[in-house]
């Protein structure tokens, strides 16, 4: 890529909507050999070769989900470290499901490398992928393992940890106050310190400081 934020969209799409011999020639033009994936359910590591995994799970995906409808929500890339970020909503049909489609969001960071092209370009270098990973909220990714009722599940779950959370910092309400009593004592001690420190500072010195 020679520039990330405006072609990053072309290339999910060319990973996820065509045809083998497309995704395929995808994958090798846009990720290094040694490309790292990273997904809450699978991952293949780093090492001479790890591009050719990356290749069998994009295959595996476009096999579960024939038709996948995504729209690329933002854009945000970090020049310095060269980490581009894509927000993602997609429609993920499972094809031995039935009248079950996924509408999952998810954040991509990737990891981006500079190298000279691989391509009789003129040499130029361009931004390759050395590193993906999904990131997915937990009521996101359980629309992959239980279609029927897993997210309302997670939903009841959150709400109940949320209350216990609640009624946990209640019940402790003791410890917040003897952590904020003991803010304030310590602010004191340092106050009183620094003024016994300026006392013993010569009254000369603290005259010269204060001309300078």
Known sequence: MNDPVKEIE???????????????????????????FTHPICRTGSFDGSRYLIRGIYRW????????????????????????????????RIFF??????????TTVLHLIRRDSIYSDGGRSKYYINCQNDLYQINEIIKFALPFGGPVLV????????????????????????EEHGDKVGEKADHVMAS???RAVPEDVLVEQRDQ
Do not use: H
């Open 155 to 178: 939903w009841v779950w959150q709400i109940l940890a949320a209350l216990v959370c609640l009624m946990a910092a209640v019940a402790c309400w003791p410890v917040s106050l003897w």
């Open 61 to 92: 995906y476009k096999i579960m989900s024939p038709r996948i409808d995504l729209q690329v929500n933002s854009i945000a890339y970090d020049a310095p470290n060269q980490i581009l970020y894509v927000n993602i909503s997609q429609v993920f």
């Open 97 to 106: 499901v039935p009248f079950y489609a996924a509408r999952v969001n998810l």
């Open 10 to 36: 072309g290339v999910i799409r060319q990973l996820t909507q065509t045809t083998p011999s497309k995704q395929r020639r995808a994958i090798e033009t846009y990720f290094t050999k040694d490309a790292a």
């Open 196 to 198: 016994v420190e300026r």
